[in-house]
T-cell receptor, first 114, second 112 residues
């Protein structure tokens, strides 16, 4: 079965640079969620989109923005990167319109800021 | 997170049963989940239970829910080395948000 795809899988950036993470949800899933997981931490919810509109907002810094496109893929844009942004970034998808509320996670993008 | 608590480590011998415990604070939780995370990988949904159930069994996995004590457990029978991973408990409330709140994860180490 198709899973959530995230790219890139690994990314190394310097402080103050910009990064863009991409997420391709499971086909027919209409909702995308972004999470940040620091070392030894639980996943922290950042933001979600349902049918290309922002649906929930969590602890996403103002330096980050995200959007969902017409093909339902989503991008997380991170600017003015800080050392503390180094983490694993997960995308998850679900199909709310089909009442499949459960979130299926991608493999994550490991971002290292040096 | 603070609202969902788990012990950080559990070590068991291969072939034994593992029991991972979780407590949560939100009495309106409707869904409770167990996720598995292997090193360097994403979160895999193992199983979930509705709050109106007290037990769910799925092959080697048994989930027990004590709603009165807000206590959730995951029992893995005949634990194998491939079960070594971090197990996250998560809960989702009834308020219309589909965002689960995760615990800090329990690192399960299975040794021969």
């Amino acid at each position: 079965a198709a899973g959530v795809i995230q790219s890139p899988r690994h990314l190394i950036k310097e402080k103050r640079e910009t990064a863009t993470l991409k997420c391709y949800p499971i086909p027919r899933h209409d909702t995308v969620y972004w999470y940040q997981q620091g070392p030894g931490q639980d996943p922290q919810f950042l933001i979600s989109f349902y049918e290309k509109m922002q649906s929930d907002k969590g602890s996403i810094p103002d330096r980050f923005s995200a959007q969902q496109f017409s093909d339902y893929h989503s991008e997380l844009n991170m600017s003015s990167l800080e050392l503390g942004d180094s983490a694993l970034y997960f995308c998850a998808s679900s199909q709310l319109a089909g009442s499949d509320y459960e979130q299926y996670f991608g493999p994550g993008t490991r971002l290292t800021v040096t | 997170g603070e609202d969902v608590e788990q012990s950080l480590f559990l070590s068991v011998r291969e072939g034994d049963s593992s029991v991972i415990n979780c407590t949560y604070t939100d009495s309106s939780s409707t869904y409770l989940y167990w996720y598995k995370q292997e090193p360097g990988a994403g979160l895999q949904l193992l199983t979930y239970i509705f709050s109106n159930m007290d037990m769910k069994q799925d092959q080697r996995l048994t989930v027990l829910l004590n709603k009165k004590d807000k206590h959730l457990s995951l029992r893995i029978a005949d634990t194998q080395t491939g079960d070594s991973a971090i197990y996250f408990c998560a809960e989702r409330g009834a308020g219309g948000s589909y965002i689960p709140t995760f615990g800090r994860g329990t690192s399960l180490i299975v040794h021969p």
